[in-house]
């Protein structure tokens, strides 16, 4: 069973959504983490602990377009680069959101996005995003299914060598941005509930920054938030550590 109010809940001592946003923060990557939501609650939770928040639209079907509404916020139209971290991802690496924002920053890509590499069991897992990734850093294809498919098995080393599992985070030009938000659903990314296949399949490139750091362990179930509360001290410790 899904976690309800997920954003709200306590993971060592703290709502989640106030983690995520120490984290982020702790990172040092960013001018300025701002909370979207449209929930009043976490608005009101996030403020209280120091966070800058701002309120949006109901009417958003994905954290892009949550995004978006931020980005045209007076506020905040000096910057050219803005990334995308779910609220519900307290142990998502560095590398990984650095990586993404500098492929936007270095104007080397107008999207970026980061992977590691990862064992060829989750191939057969649909809730992890696997990414094909060309020579040249960008991203051919998302899926849910196995990619590469391994058809013989004299392959399997060099499939093992080529299994990237995504990291759910984003990074846009400012104009790749409101490129995406104003691009109609495509049939891709409906079939496969990847909202990423919509700029791609638009011919928009995805840069993939490909990570040293094991993906983040996302956060659904009680059992998910149980394990999570189980390896946090543990993990900000190491990750102050390699900070430092």
């Not at 702790?26 to 701002?54: F, H, K, L, P």
């Not at 296949?197 to 059992?223: F, M, W």
């Amino acid at each position: 069973m899904r976690l309800p109010r997920k954003p709200l809940r306590l993971l060592s001592g703290l709502p989640l959504i106030v983690r995520v946003w120490q984290r982020i923060s702790q990172m040092n990557v960013a001018d300025a983490v701002v909370v979207a939501t449209d929930d009043d609650s976490i608005a009101a939770t996030v403020r209280e602990a120091g966070a800058q928040c701002v309120m949006t639209s109901r009417e958003h079907n994905s954290g892009t377009e949550r995004v978006a509404e931020v980005a045209e916020d007076p506020r905040f139209r000096r910057y050219d680069t803005i990334v995308n971290v779910q609220g519900d991802e307290p142990f998502i690496g560095r590398e990984a959101v650095n990586g993404a924002a500098q492929l936007v920053a270095m104007k080397k890509f107008p999207l970026g996005t980061a992977a590691s590499h990862a064992s060829t069991e989750i191939l057969d897992t649909p809730s992890l995003v696997k990414v094909v990734v060309g020579d040249d850093g960008r991203a051919m294809y998302f899926s849910r299914a196995p990619i590469p498919f391994l058809r013989d098995m004299a392959d399997s080393v060099r499939l093992a060598e080529r299994t990237l599992q995504h990291i759910g985070v984003y990074a846009y030009s400012r104009e790749a941005l409101r490129k995406w938000v104003s691009l109609p659903p495509h049939p891709l990314e409906e079939i496969e509930r990847l909202e990423q296949l919509r700029p791609l399949a638009a011919g928009l490139p995805i840069g993939v920054a490909i990570t040293r750091e094991a993906p983040a362990a996302g956060i659904d179930t009680e059992e998910d938030l149980e394990r999570a509360n189980a390896r946090w001290d543990a993990f900000m410790a190491g990750a102050l550590t390699n900070a430092g």
